[in-house]
């Protein structure tokens, strides 16, 4: 199982730009602030595995979002993402959902992210990193990814969203 030193070491050699990471152990809503957020969260426990009708709900409520939205799989397969985040990368949402995300992704961010995501599967922590995304939002942002376990605290899924830094306050919360 890697642990945060390895993610850390296997991550910021390349051309992305790790500045902050930190886990967290606490419930999502203990640090997550964002009320459409937990609602999505709670569309996703409430669907998952989903079923034609329950992708189209979510998807409804996701591309309304003004940032990149995405769920992967353990495998590191997208299942659902937003417009914003297809737009962002530069092609449809059928050309993402069903794909692994070293094949979305731009070289050194995919590692990153694939590292943190095989954290998260290992260990069902939640994550939150600054970096530099030359993807989302060609600057400083806050991506946060968190586990769906099922009974057995097993990951099923890995939801993830992002936010521009200028739009986070001192306490990591949105500011509206």
Same mark, same amino acid.
């Given at each position: 199982m890697e642990n945060i030193?390895?993610? @850390?070491?296997? &991550?910021?050699?390349?051309?992305?730009?790790?500045?902050?990471?930190?886990?967290?152990? +606490?419930?999502? /809503?203990d640090f997550i602030t964002d009320k459409k957020i937990l609602e999505i969260v709670g569309l996703v426990k409430q669907s998952f595995p989903f079923t034609f009708i329950g992708r189209q709900k979510i998807r409804?409520?996701? /591309?309304?979002? /003004?940032?990149?939205?995405?769920?992967? +799989?353990?495998?590191?397969?997208?299942?659902?993402?937003?417009?914003?985040?297809?737009e962002a990368v530069g092609l449809s949402l059928n050309k993402i959902e069903g794909q692994?995300?070293? /094949?979305?992704?731009?070289?050194?961010?995919?590692?990153?992210?694939s590292n943190i995501d095989d954290y998260i599967v290992n260990s069902a922590n939640s994550v939150v990193y600054e970096t530099y995304s030359k993807t989302f939002a060609k600057e400083m942002t806050q991506n946060i990814e968190f586990p769906i376990t099922d009974l057995d605290k097993n990951v099923v899924?890995?939801?993830?969203?992002?936010?521009? @830094?200028?739009?986070?306050? &001192?306490?990591?919360?949105?500011?509206?």
């Open positions: 030193n390895d993610i @850390m070491q296997n &991550s910021t050699g390349n051309n992305n730009s790790l500045i902050n990471l930190r886990i967290n152990l +606490d419930k999502i /809503d409804r409520v996701i /591309d309304q979002l /003004d940032f990149a939205f995405w769920i992967k +799989d353990p495998n590191k397969k997208f299942v659902l993402v937003n417009k914003f985040f297809a692994y995300q070293q /094949d979305v992704l731009i070289k050194s961010e995919a590692k990153l992210v899924a890995i939801i993830g969203y992002n936010q521009k @830094m200028d739009e986070i306050n &001192s306490v990591g919360e949105k500011v509206e």
